[in-house]
């Protein structure tokens, strides 16, 4: 149903080689202030850009990117990843809504929240 969502960064070069090394994806589309990574132009994509107007990114509060992971283990390994790669940590992984929902949070580079997660 998503075709792409896109956040704001202040690095777009450091951006792309976060959302690359972590989704195990490729630059899709450069168009010099904009960047689309995916596995596939069909498929699902994150877009990382410098604003339009120029002015600082500033993540939304409330605003997240949810990336199915399809295991429990999956989840957990792309949440170390990304702390790994330089994210900080915004919940662990974890067992969350009783005992259906497995979700490891983080902050990106940038202050854009992101989930990995598994309906388990």
Known sequence: MIGYTTIGVTDLDAAKKFYTELLGAEVLVDVGRLAMIGKGMGQPMIAVCVPYNEEAPS???GNM????AGS????ASMYAKAVELGASCDGEPGQRIENMFYGGYVKDPDGNKL???DFS
């Open 72 to 75: 429990k283990e999956n989840a």
């Open 115 to 117: 989930c990995f997660y």
């Open 59 to 61: 993540p939304g509060n």
């Open 65 to 68: 990117v949810a990336f199915a």
